[in-house]
């Protein structure tokens, strides 16, 4: 059974950092697909950044130059490095892994996270 489990959300002041991880359990996360995408009340849920199987990563333009995503050396935790968070940033993130090596559409994340709260004040 594959399990995406987040944690480090929580709560930081504008301009500040929060790293969101993303533990893969009952799956060899290293070969597939990955991304973060976070939804904000009453907006879209919207892809932050996608790591493939291969090691390419791409972000949304919202993220570009303020936010990293990596792996650890075994490729099944993921990490969400966020810098120079600004209140639009505030939202559910949420980690998900597809069963293919890139994973152009966002239908072909297959697993889940529960999500973790970013909360980010001015």
């Known amino acids: 059974q594959v399990q995406l489990v987040e944690s480090g959300g929580g709560s930081a002041q504008a301009g500040g950092s929060l790293r969101l991880s993303c533990a893969a359990s009952g799956y060899t996360a290293s070969r597939y697909c990955m991304g973060w995408f976070r939804q904000a009340p009453g907006k879209q849920r919207e892809r932050v950044a996608r790591?493939?199987?291969?090691?390419?990563?791409t972000y949304a333009d919202f993220a570009m130059g303020r936010f990293t995503i990596s792996r650890d050396n075994a490729g099944n935790t993921l990490y969400l490095q966020m810098n120079s968070l600004s209140p639009e940033d505030t939202a559910m993130y949420y980690c998900a892994a597809g069963a293919r090596a890139t994973c152009f559409e966002d239908s072909q994340y297959l697993y889940w996270g529960r999500g973790a709260q970013v909360t980010v004040s001015s």
């Open positions: 790591s493939d199987g291969d090691g390419y990563t």
